[in-house]
Nanobody
Framework: QVQLVESGGGVVQSGGSLKLSCVAS????????MGWYRQAPGKQRELVAT???????NVADSVVGRFFVSGDFAKNTVYLVMNSLKADDTATYYC???????????????WGPGTQVTVSS
């Protein structure tokens, strides 16, 4: 199994910044992609940003230029730096990993428990 633990959420004023971190424990697995999704009350979970082990990133249009994803796959860690935060960014942020068992090709999807980010106006 792959277990993900997020940290860094909290309450911040509009225009402020936060940095989220996620560490994975992955005994027996190789992680190919790590990233962040978010879910606001009453809304579906949506992609924020992902990064592959080849350092390719995918960032949602709504956060391009404000949020930056980075990863250290040797340390099984992914980060999300969030700048110029807006009230619309308020949500529970979930760490995600796509991983495969050693010697296998099937990708499995794993989620962290989530960390709350609240932007006050």
């Amino acid at each position: 199994q792959v277990q993900l633990v997020e940290s860094g959420g909290g309450v911040v004023q509009s225009g402020g910044s936060l940095k989220l971190s996620c560490v994975a424990s992955r005994a027996g697995f190789i992680i190919d992609v790590m990233g962040w999704y978010r879910q606001a009350p009453g809304k579906q979970r949506e992609l924020v940003a992902t990064i592959t082990s080849a350092d390719r990133t995918n960032v949602a249009d709504s956060v391009v230029g404000r949020f930056f994803v980075s990863g250290d796959f040797a340390k099984n860690t992914v980060y999300l730096v969030m700048n110029s935060l807006k009230a619309d960014d308020t949500a529970t942020y979930y760490c995600n990993a796509l991983a495969r068992r050693l010697g296998r090709s099937q990708l499995l999807n794993y989620w962290g428990p989530g960390t709350q980010v609240t932007v006050s106006s």
